[in-house]
T-cell receptor, first 118, second 116 residues
Framework: DSGVTQTPKHLITATGQRVTLRCSPRSGDLSVYWYQQSLDQGLQFLIQYYNGEERAKGNILERFSAQQFPDLHSELNLSSLELGDSALYFC?????????????????FGAGSRLTVL | AQTVTQSQPEMSVQEAETVTLSCTYDTSESDYYLFWYKQPPSRQMILVIRQEAYKQQNATENRFSVNFQKAAKSFSLKISDSQLGDAAMYFCAYSAGGTSYGKLTFGQGTILTVHP
């Protein structure tokens, strides 16, 4: 158990639908990152939050959005789903943004949420 | 933009032998970090080893070590005394430092098979 909890583990839905993926970071970690792993695109960074604020955006579609709540858990919302959105979505957390304490600032990944769009 | 290339889609090794996985990267940054992650069939991403670009000494973690060639932008992973549990997909990853830390750019991955 990495300490990063993602729910649900598996999700099957239809095109056009909307889903929410949830992530609870490791205790004490302030930064949350979302990654997508698909056969076509490989592993790619989507978005980062630090202590409730968006810090960085990657290749995240406009149909996707995320937020981090005061208790530091994060949700990734995927809407108007398409077949190509089928993927494994990872959440990772780290102690703080930046690498000032790089010895402790390791990204720890959750087990992922597997989304299948039919 | 930074890129990470793993030129070996698949590698195999005999149990107890040594194997080296290759990775090259491209960046114009001076402050960056390199990582090797392991993804077993469970799909969990597990950090194997990390290298800070400013450190000349190659990182080592038990049976895992890296050969970091900064000028050549090469970052290979050596697994010594391979074990059956080492079988997995291995990803090389890059992160710039500072406020960009954690935005990992991954390579395509190398599937490692360990034969008993």
């Amino acid at each position: 158990d990495s300490g990063v909890t993602q729910t649900p583990k598996h999700l099957i839905t239809a095109t056009g639908q909307r889903v929410t993926l949830r992530c609870s970071p490791r205790s004490g970690d302030l930064s949350v990152y979302w990654y997508q792993q698909s056969l076509d695109q490989g592993l790619q960074f989507l978005i980062q939050y630090y202590n409730g604020e968006e810090r960085a955006k990657g290749n995240i579609l406009e149909r996707f959005s995320a937020q981090q709540f005061p208790d530091l858990h994060s949700e990734l919302n995927l809407s108007s789903l398409e077949l190509g959105d089928s993927a494994l979505y990872f959440c990772a957390s780290s102690l703080r943004t930046g690498a000032f304490f790089s010895g402790a600032n390791v990204l720890t990944f959750g087990a992922g949420s597997r989304l299948t769009v039919l | 933009a930074q890129t990470v290339t793993q030129s070996q889609p698949e590698m195999s090794v005999q149990e107890a032998e040594t194997v080296t996985l290759s990775c090259t990267y491209d960046t114009s940054e001076s402050d960056y970090y390199l990582f090797w992650y392991k993804q077993p069939p469970s799909r969990q991403m597990i950090l194997v080893i990390r290298q800070e670009a400013y450190k000349q000494q190659n990182a080592t973690e038990n049976r895992f070590s890296v050969n970091f060639q900064k000028a050549a932008k090469s970052f290979s992973l050596k697994i010594s005394d391979s074990q059956l549990g080492d079988a997995a997909m291995y990803f090389c990853a890059y992160s710039a430092g500072g406020t960009s830390y954690g935005k990992l750019t991954f390579g395509q991955g190398t599937i490692l098979t360990v034969h008993p």
